[in-house]
């Protein structure tokens, strides 16, 4: 059986949403951050060398990074949900927002919660942050008006990546009403409730 390896207040939460959507059976590990930092426990080394969480557990298969996660999933067990067809435009589009999530928008939210906990020694930094936040907010806020999801007419694995970065933008999603709407709809869904429930509290580290 798929195992995940699932730190709480984590991207692995998406995981769980995502195997909730599709109904395919799995096992949870779970791992606490430490206090007063909140790093990963040093126990998730032992699955995998960089120590982080998601990662799963498939066979012979271990499987880091939420992204390359997503996409085993979906591939794996998704039967020809959740994905366009190879190849189309809209295929190149949700290509297009898998990656976009985790390698533009949530670097500046992170950059946030670390300049948030060095105060004033980060000031200088945090216009520069603010803007690229609010950039890329906007930008999303754009692609979602008028479309229930980010690729096509139905829930994809593009949704299951941008949503973290929606709550992770906490309440710097105030002044984005597309996006509010998005994210409480998203949160709303059935599966997602039945992962948070068996994932436990989930609260991000929004700045």
Known sequence: MLKVHH????????ILWLLEELG???EIVKYQRMQPVPFAPPE??????????PVISDG???????????EYIIDTY????MKPKTGTDEYW???EWMHFAEGSAMLPLLMALYTGMLGDAAAALRPRVDSEIANHLSYMESAIKGHQFFVGNELTGADIQILF????????LEPYPELVKYRARMQERPAYKRGIEKGGPYQLMSR
């Open 93 to 95: 589009k949700y290509i």
């Open 44 to 53: 998730l080394k032992a699955v995998h060398p960089l120590g982080k969480s």
């Open 78 to 81: 998704g039967k020809g949900r």
């Open 24 to 26: 395919t059976p799995y």
């Open 165 to 172: 970065v929606l709550e992770a933008a906490g309440a710097r």
């Open 7 to 14: 730190l709480n207040n984590s991207r692995s939460q998406r």
């Open 60 to 70: 012979n298969k271990t499987i880091a990074e939420s992204g390359a996660i997503v």
